[in-house]
């Protein structure tokens, strides 16, 4: 087993460890009083693993129960959070005892957010079942659910009491998924690990990818201690997210996955910053040929002259400006304002 621990307010520890949803319980009951455990999982997960994870509680001396809701971003409102929060009434949740997050991104975030709320906050354990959630949601303590408006607009900071990661459930995931994942993971290495990079040049990700979650998560832990509020360098994290938001958005959030729009928007940020030479010549080439070899894309379906306004946000007033994460070669990166006034000279006038 390979553990990382994280020293946030409320230190908590990364398991990872093949079939250790078989061992949820075990792992979790040092930690825990509680009587009763709330198994949150939404309609495609919870087929798959939510008995196997209620078994191992149950072993343990937890009382369980599971709350399924329908797959996909669109369940991530706050009415399916009220629904939540009458199931843990209704089986009687109280203040000491826990829940537990089995599933992707959106599984995470709600659950969180229910758990940092219900009866102002009891403990909570994340076990991320896609790539995606493994190497990047499930750790941080970030949980939010969408509002008609966008995407996490209302949420909490609100750190799990243990993290349970089991690589062997990724085999049962179509390449869609796991390619979706895979954005997160380079963005990692383009801001944090030039080995990490390299590694992905030269092997198959899929080949080692126990070790690439531990790697990945290893790098979001020393960034996220750094900065748990999200006041400052966390920002990196969002190296290809301001363009992948914009991607998303244009996209009216289906069709593209989330890493497929943050590797097109590492792509596109890289071209254009390296032709503003912030970065060094050979990177975007570079980030390119990766994102390819994963089978993600490396531009948008869109036009620089759509993207932007979305980037931009609808508000012109002066003094405005947008912070990017630039890299300045692969394994280094920076964080840089620009003021929407020289958007067009950054960008390029052709755009505007
Ligand atoms: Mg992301």
Known sequence: MKVVSVKTGRPYDILIERHILDRAGEYIRPLTKAIRAVIVSDSNVAPLYADRVAKSLQNS??????FVFRAGERSKRLAAVEQMYLHFLKHDLTRTDIVVALGG?????MAGFAAAT??????????????????????GGKTAVDLPAGKNL?????????????PAVLKTLPDKFFRDGLGEVIKYGCIRSKAL????????????????????VSIK????????????????????HTFGHALEKLHNYSGLTHGEAVAAGAAI????????????????????????????PIDAEFPLTDILPAVRGDKKSTGR??????????GDCLIQAIPVEEFRTFFGEHHF
């Open 61 to 66: 001396g937890f009382a369980t129960s599971l």
């Open 105 to 109: 991104g959106v599984t995470g975030d």
């Open 118 to 139: 219900y009866l102002r906050g009891i403990d909570f354990v994340q076990i991320p079942t896609s790539l995606l959630a493994q190497v990047d949601s499930s750790v």
């Open 154 to 166: 209302v949420g909490a900071f609100w750190q799990p009491i243990r993290v349970l990661i089991d």
């Open 197 to 216: 990079f390299e590694r992905l040049e030269r092997e198959n990700a899929a080949d080692w990818i126990d070790e690439v979650i531990y790697e990945c």
């Open 221 to 240: 832990r020393d960034v996220v201690e750094q900065d748990e509020r999200d006041m400052g360098e966390r920002a990196i994290l969002n190296f290809g």
């Open 269 to 296: 940020i890289t071209r254009i910053s390296e032709r503003n030479g912030i970065t060094a010549q050979g990177t975007a080439k570079r980030l390119e040929q990766l994102l390819q070899k994963y089978g993600l």
């Open 321 to 330: 400006q947008v912070r990017f994460i630039f890299l300045k070669e692969i």
